[in-house]
């Protein structure tokens, strides 16, 4: 599950902070929903914003074709493309992706998004960490970097 009515469900700082590293100066490819719920906290001169709505104008470059947006991306010398979601945009995306940074929370409520079904490649783990629950992690939550065989 990775959220509900358009909207992370938790706040865990650690899990923030080590996304934004990761993420750093990077070009990012997301969708129109979660573009919008983000405004306040991405960088706009590297979103790349997916939607199907051709007249759809933001701050951001924007693209009706995913093969767009990567070839825009690489044209401006990114070597390592993210993917930000949300559901739509990681199912369209993962046949495409050959490194995985997937953060895993321990969290039981129910959401309306899912993140992908990964499992059916081959993955090899490049990198693994768990972080608990604590007086600042309201969430235990684990990361594990992945690449494609």
Known sequence: M???????MWDIPSESKH???RLGDHFFIIGRKNYEGSLETINKEKALVLTRNHAYDAEAKVFNDVDRAIA???AQGEEEL??????QIYE???????????STIDFQEKGDSYF??????DWSVLEEFSHCKDEQTPYSWAFKKLIKK
């Open 92 to 102: 369209l995306m993962m046949p495409k992706i050959d490194l995985l940074y997937l």
């Open 19 to 21: 996304y934004k590293d």
């Open 82 to 87: 993210f993917v930000l979601g949300g559901e």
């Open 72 to 74: 825009y991306a690489q």
């Open 2 to 8: 990775i959220g509900k009515e358009n909207d992370l």
């Open 116 to 121: 992908p079904r990964h499992e059916g490649h």
